[in-house]
């Protein structure tokens, strides 16, 4: 018997199964694009998310209005995949029951709430019943069974079922014939608080002041709204970050909640990002005189992160003097999220440094920096074959503790824009010692959005200069005239506490202005 049932099914085709998704076109727009699972399927692109849903949905309108019904001798695709649609991985024992699947085969719809993929399926009327919100849009055709000729005829009721009436495998009906399709189980409803949500939390409806908590249900719905918009409007959405914050701050101090008040501070880093590219998008003048500059790290939380790093390091350095300063940053960098990275041997020395090799020998001799080999094989590596490094003092401790607060695709980001500045055509052509490369990573993080050298363009405290850049008074304008020549400074003036100047235009791109501007 059991051969006779998988010869069966083997007879049997697979069910089909089309799915359309909705996905982003791309950053920085609100374009969307649609793709459909079927290879001769061509790409659509679509200006909005609400225009790419309804190109979607009559995308799959498309295949079903090809389809005239459902396949008898299709093989359920639920079942196929090992029924996920309905079943949860962990749910091994229902997956493991044999009569879980059955019935005749329908064509099923089914989506996620979002409304990010549709899906189309040749299924069983089990499955088709058992997934939540499915749609069975076609039934197998059945020819209606007439009356036998010795049968009689009893008046005032049909001789068959009327197709499409509801049978569940758990209530049998006598009357009910052999192609007819349980109806599918309706999504559960979702409850709505009265008094709303906003960013996916419950707001209480205890919660005092009461001002506060009609605040925070008005953001939610201002929220939903604008995620409905055809067309982005990016002031809109600063104002309504910057709401966010001042809310969620006074939340975070009414009931002490650490979460409340990381939320509020991610709000403002998003209204700042939003008004910086609305600012960017329409050419406005963003702060002083001049346009709107288009930064390498673009938002400020990451200006914050460059800074955090220098810090950490003139605080923690293994070795003195600017060199060992400046491999350290940069091996900081490349290691921050772990505590191990890679790095080849052009990393080192297109630094500047006087000895490099001397300079990697200590690092590993004072036990800051563990390579796998040999200082020299570590200076000879290639791009194709990196060097993995270890730093112990990085590497997060049993709590997944870590003296940084960015992740590991804000990592890169942060090493390639140190990069880019240690390694400036101008710098390079100059043959800029290492000090005057670190001398001027750190202005980069020491300006205003115009390029002025200090908060409000007062200049910069040699005495934090010194913490920083550790090179002696006479020193200091050596390297200012060094930046002067390779076109990174304008009058610049050391004066007895600060020093003075803008950084030039040509490197405005490379800054991480102060205060988030």
């Not at 229902?94 to 019935?103: H, K, M, N, S």
């Not at 007819?180 to 409803?189: F, G, L, W, Y």
């Not at 400020?300 to 070795?319: F, T």
């Not at 300079?359 to 800051?368: A, D, S």
């Amino acid at each position: 018997m059991t051969e006779a049932m998988a010869s069966e099914l083997d007879d049997r085709v697979l069910g089909r199964r089309w799915t359309v998704r909705l996905d982003a076109a791309g950053r920085g727009n609100a374009a969307v694009r649609v793709s459909c699972s079927r290879p001769s399927c061509a790409e659509q692109r679509l200006p909005s998310a609400p225009a790419g849903r309804a190109a979607a949905v009559a995308h799959l309108k498309t295949h079903l209005r090809a389809v005239s019904a459902p396949r008898a001798d299709a093989y359920c695709a639920c079942r196929a995949d090992s029924c996920r649609t309905h079943i949860r991985p962990a749910d091994r024992q229902l997956r493991a029951e044999p009569w879980r699947c059955g019935g005749a085969v329908v064509l099923a719809v089914v989506s996620d709430r979002e409304g990010r993929w549709w899906q189309a399926m040749e299924c069983c009327s089990r499955c088709a019943a058992a997934m939540p919100g499915a749609k069975v849009v076609t039934t197998p055709a059945v020819a209606a069974p007439g009356p036998a000729a010795d049968a009689p005829v009893t008046a005032g009721r049909p001789s068959t079922v009327p197709a499409g009436a509801p049978q569940f495998s758990d209530r049998p009906s006598p009357a009910a014939g052999p192609g007819e399709v349980p109806a599918p189980r309706s999504a559960p409803p979702r409850r709505r608080h009265p008094h709303g949500k906003i960013a996916q939390r419950i707001i209480p409806s205890d919660l005092r002041p009461v001002v506060l908590r009609d605040e925070l249900a008005e953001l939610g719905d201002l929220f939903r709204a604008y995620q409905q918009r055809t067309e982005p409007d990016l002031e809109l959405l600063a104002h309504l970050q910057e709401r966010k914050a001042r809310a969620f701050t006074t939340w975070a101090d009414v009931t002490c909640d650490g979460a409340l008040r990381w939320e509020a501070r991610r709000a403002e880093q998003a209204a700042a990002a939003a008004r910086s590219q609305h600012l960017q998008r329409t050419g406005g003048i963003a702060y002083g005189d001049g346009p709107a500059v288009t930064r390498l790290l673009t938002v400020p939380a990451q200006w914050e992160h460059a800074r955090s790093v220098l810090a950490h390091v003139a605080d923690h350095a293994p070795l003195p003097g600017p060199e060992a300063r400046l491999l350290v940053v940069m091996l900081t960098l490349r290691t921050a999220h772990t505590g191990v990275g890679n790095v080849v041997g052009q990393d080192v020395t297109a630094l500047g440094l006087t000895d490099a090799e001397d300079l990697v020998e200590r690092l590993t001799g004072c036990g800051w920096l563990r390579i796998p080999g040999t200082v020299g094989d570590v200076l000879a590596s290639r791009p194709e074959s990196p060097t993995p490094i270890t730093v112990p003092s990085l590497v997060p401790g049993g709590d997944g503790t870590s003296p940084f607060m960015f992740g590991k695709k804000v990592r890169p980001k942060l090493s390639g824009w140190a990069q880019r500045i240690v390694s400036d055509k101008k710098l390079r052509k100059a043959r800029a010692t290492a000090s005057t490369r670190l001398f001027a990573l750190t202005l980069a993080t020491q300006t205003g959005a115009d390029g002025q050298l200090g908060a409000g363009g007062q200049g910069v405290a040699l005495e934090s200069l010194s913490a920083w850049v550790p090179v002696g008074p006479g020193e200091l304008q050596l390297l200012v005239d060094q930046l002067i020549a390779a076109d990174w400074l304008i009058d610049a003036a050391v004066t007895g506490t600060h020093l003075t100047g803008r950084l030039t235009e040509r490197v405005l791109p490379l800054t991480c202005p102060l205060g988030g501007s």
